[in-house]
């Protein structure tokens, strides 16, 4: 069974929300976020399972308006501070995620806010509202298993990650993101929810 099948209700919402216009601030990708939370959250994890960490493509939207990522943290992991450069959204289907958020200036970062995302949290980003970020996991408890739907323009093998001001230079700085991992290996790990609820 294909990935997105899991997500199928989620992608298409997606197509038809696509169709009618691409969000383009932080407003209509919260709303868009709002709506799709329902699909987005039908899909459970075993909890009895420890999924092979990496990042599994769902689906990508053959026009290249949209795709659908679900990652696999290892516990402890700390990400570096990246951006996107496109609208995105994730939700967290199992244990937590910490969030911190930054402001790009005079060749540092500095962090604006932070927040603990539980499993059925969700958060939204759209430029030209700074999207760079960096995200963590609990050393204990449940794995961390999130979705992310990313718009146009995401690079699937090339990531952008910000480095600190040094006398070799600094900033935005390309990096190439680890393989795509197979679905074959956590599908096994994922139910769809009995009361599945429907996105708008």
């Not at 496109?86 to 932070?114: C, H, K």
């Not at 995401?154 to 993101?177: N, Q």
């Amino acid at each position: 069974m294909p990935m997105k099948t899991l997500w199928g209700p989620m992608i298409e919402a997606m197509d038809r929300a696509s169709a009618a216009a691409a969000p383009r601030s932080v407003a209509e990708v919260a709303a868009l976020m709002h709506a799709l939370t329902g699909d987005a959250l039908a899909v459970t994890c075993d909890p009895t399972m420890t999924l092979p960490w990496g990042r599994y493509l769902v689906h990508a939207d053959p026009a290249g308006r949209y795709n659908v990522q679900l990652d696999v943290f290892s516990s402890g992991y700390e990400g570096a501070i990246h951006g996107h450069g496109t609208w995105g959204i994730f939700w967290v289907l199992q244990g937590a995620l910490m969030v911190r958020d930054f402001e790009l200036a005079l060749g540092t970062a500095r962090a604006q806010r932070a927040a603990l995302l539980g499993a059925g949290g969700a958060q939204c980003f759209c430029p030209p509202a700074s999207d760079w970020h960096q995200v963590a996991t609990p050393a204990e408890g449940p794995q961390t298993v999130s979705l992310h739907l990313y718009g146009p323009g995401f690079d699937l093998d090339e990531g952008v990650y910000f480095a600190e001001m040094t006398k070799d230079g600094a900033g935005p700085t390309p990096y190439r993101r680890g393989p795509l991992g197979d679905p074959a290996r956590v599908l096994p790990g994922l139910r769809v929810h009995a009361g599945r609820g429907g996105s708008a």
